[in-house]
């Protein structure tokens, strides 16, 4: 990924030490990463109230004009909770929005030699 980055949140006690660690891994790994952080309020309490299609309809909406205000940018859901509304805006949008249980599904198929079922 070489263009700018927004990760985005809906907890927002994830936040601060989940950049921290994602800045820390970048310079550690001697990669400089134009990131910032988003938070879509009010969401995180949808979810956490059992309201599961609300949570998903608003972080996608949320997702979306974050999409529209930066069109720039790749926009990343830090959360896994956050991944039925990344797939959900992606199919809206035509726009990929990564998350993490993407990024797991690559790893376990990297170190466990997983064969997706067809």
Same mark, same amino acid.
């Given at each position: 990924? @070489? ?7 809906? @907890? ?33 309490? +949808?979810?956490? *109230? ?10 996608? @909406? ?36 990564? @998350? *993490? +249980? ?17």
């Amino acid at each position: 990924m @070489n263009q700018p980055i927004i990760v985005t949140f809906t @907890n927002p006690n994830t936040v601060d030490g989940t950049m921290n660690q994602l800045l820390s891994y970048s310079r550690m790994k001697g990669k400089e990463i134009e990131v910032k952080s988003s938070l879509l309020e009010n969401t995180f309490d +949808l979810i956490m *109230h059992g309201k599961k299609n609300e949570y998903i309809e608003s972080v996608s @909406n949320g997702l979306i004009n974050i999409i529209e205000e930066n069109p720039k940018k790749s926009v990343v859901a830090a959360q896994l909770s956050m991944v039925p509304a990344a797939q959900l805006t992606e199919k809206k949008t035509d726009i990929p929005v990564r @998350n *993490h +249980l993407e990024s797991l599904s690559r790893y376990m198929k990297e170190v466990l030699a997983l064969v997706p079922k067809t």
